[in-house]
């Protein structure tokens, strides 16, 4: 198309905030275009190299255009893209995604995240016969209602009351409650107060960038069982990132039901779900006309592409130090940052775990969502912002950071260079 304006004049034009994809709510003076990705960096239309903090929102784990996950589309395009049904890269994923994940007996794929943990809530509710999804506060679980609930929560309802973060979703003030998460004392008055009507505790292990308390999910599980209700572990960012097999091997803990996204498609559209099997089975189609039918189809879930990609990027993550590396990029990542803020005199901290960072400006112990709340988000979006003009890719509603098997210690050394240049223009 000829066009008189610029591409970031187009984009302003076509998308609401000039964004195609939603968050970022970037100044529209800010908006590049990106056309090329490759290994931990993007190149904008214009040309401008970007250090690549955000990888897809963390779904590019296995670095941009990685050659494997290349090679692995290029050989299945010319054999078709989607065929809606089952097939040989989608059985073969199964498998493997099995093999690591206890609480996945049986799956199905699905192509978002947002998509994986609605199946899990719908089948959850449908198991039990309860409508309430118990959820902790500031976490999230994709667009769907649960997942946007108490996200960006003032912190000043008491719990286990929701609050509506996105308008348009008023059932979630029915179907939902609110805890804080890391309280397990929390947690168990809630169960105790609604167990009957409470269908399955949704959660992120690793929420957001706060790590749970030693014991704390052990604990959850044990409460889960204690009151019955069903345990959902959203395992769409820490799948395959804290270790292969995500949470669960990271922490021990088995939930009843898991969802997937992210990491696991190596960059392309894909979600998953599994469970305890006979959970799992309420999606088996010669059901339909009973009430214990869970309707489930995804056009796109499972299409030779994706699984391609996503055979691919296990194969890159199954390689000798994969986890190992991550972790000790992380550490030193979050050290890093930590003497950058403490040399500037800076109060903060840098929280996560594995390739995970997260800038909170607040000396307090971050547990939970109102304690990270508690750093001043104003200081932290200007410092994100100053980032993204330094050409460090990221997303600015968040802190957070993500790596990626591509970063290395020059990438890392490149950040710090700049994170001290966007401290410097902030303090
Ligand atoms: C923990 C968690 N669950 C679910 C999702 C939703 O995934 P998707 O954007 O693929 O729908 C996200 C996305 O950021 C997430 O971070």
């Known amino acids: 198309m000829n066009s008189p304006l610029s591409p970031d004049q187009r984009a302003l034009e076509a998308f609401p905030a000039g964004i195609a994809n939603g968050e970022y709510g970037l100044p529209p003076e800010e908006i590049v275009v990106m056309e090329k990705g490759q290994g931990c960096r993007l190149w904008s239309t214009e040309g401008a190299e970007f250090l690549d903090m955000s990888m897809g929102w963390g779904s590019v784990l296995v670095g941009h ?6 090679a692995a589309v290029q050989a299945q ?22 093999s690591i994940s206890p609480a996945s007996e049986r799956l199905r794929f699905c192509a978002s995240g947002t998509e994986a943990t609605m199946y899990c809530q719908r089948l959850a509710r449908a198991f039990t016969g309860r409508e309430k999804i118990l959820k902790f506060e500031g976490a999230y679980h994709g667009a769907n209602e649960a997942g946007v609930t108490s996200l960006f929560a003032s912190g000043k309802v008491n719990f286990p009351t929701p609050e509506l973060t996105s308008a ?79 949470a669960q091997e990271y922490y021990g803990v088995v939930p009843d039901m898991v969802a997937y996204g992210k990491a696991l498609g190596g960059g392309y559209p894909i979600g998953a779900f599994g469970g305890r099997a006979d959970i799992m089975e309420m999606v088996n189609e010669h059901r339909i006309g009973g009430d214990d039918y869970v309707w489930m189809a995804s056009t796109l879930g499972g299409n030779p592409i994706s699984t391609a990609a996503a055979n691919a990027a296990l194969g890159v993550f199954r390689s000798e130090g994969t986890y190992n590396r991550l972790h000790g990029m992380g550490q030193q990542l979050r050290e890093k940052m930590g003497a950058k803020l403490s040399d500037r005199g800076i109060t903060g901290q840098i929280i996560g775990d594995g390739p995970l960072a997260q800038v909170v400006f607040s000396s307090d112990p971050v547990f939970d969502y109102r304690s990270t709340k508690k750093g001043d988000s104003e200081k932290g979006r200007a410092m994100m912002l100053a980032l993204f003009r330094r050409r460090v890719f990221l997303n600015p509603m968040g802190t957070k950071l993500y790596l990626s098997v591509a970063h290395d210690d020059a990438a890392i050394d490149d950040l710090i260079e700049r994170f001290d240049s966007a401290l410097a223009e902030i303090h």
């Open 65 to 70: 255009a990685n050659p494997n996950v290349v």
């Open 77 to 98: 395009a010319p054999n078709g893209s989607n065929f809606a049904y089952l097939n040989s890269q989608s059985l073969a994923l199964a498998e493997e995604i099995r």
């Open 168 to 246: 348009g979703t008023p059932a979630a003030a029915r179907q939902l409650l609110v805890a804080p998460y890391n309280d397990i004392d929390a947690l168990r008055s809630i169960l105790s107060e609604y167990k009957d009507e409470t269908a399955a505790i949704l959660m992120e292990p690793l929420q957001r960038c706060t790590p749970p308390r030693e014991g704390y999910l052990q604990a959850v599980r044990a409460a889960a069982d204690e009151f019955g209700v069903l345990l959902i572990f959203d395992e769409v960012v820490t799948g395959f990132r804290l270790a292969y097999g995500g």
